[in-house]
């Protein structure tokens, strides 16, 4: 018997199975635990040059926009040069 997984749906929770999270949109899925904000850092090794660090600000604010258009809500973003 395939795995079941628990998502929530409105304010209800539900059980899927994992082909259903191609539809997550479409169905109007959540967290089965709520929506939950947060802060994400990256970590990378600055190479002095201004395009690396575009590269992960723009990666880091794709992510977030995932992160949102799931209906997961936000995640404010930092920078850490090391």
Same mark, same amino acid.
């Given at each position: 018997? @395939? @795995?079941? $997984? ?12 994992? @082909?259903? #999270? =191609?539809? %997550? ?5 959540? @967290?089965?635990?709520? *929506? ?6 990256? $970590?990378?090794?600055?190479?002095? *040059?201004?395009? =690396?660090? $575009? *590269?992960?600000?723009? %990666? ?7 992160? *949102? ?6 995640? #404010?973003?930092?920078? #850490?040069?090391?």
């Amino acid at each position: 018997m @395939p @795995p079941k $997984l628990s998502v929530g749906k409105g304010d209800a929770i539900i059980t899927v199975l994992p @082909p259903a #999270l =191609r539809f %997550w949109e479409k169905l109007g899925l959540g @967290p089965k635990s709520g *929506e939950k904000d947060g802060t994400v850092f990256v $970590l990378f090794a600055d190479d002095g *040059e201004q395009h =690396r660090q $575009l *590269e992960v600000a723009n %990666w880091l604010a794709s992510v977030c926009n995932a992160y *949102e258009v799931c209906s997961y809500t936000f995640l #404010l973003t930092g920078i #850490l040069m090391v």
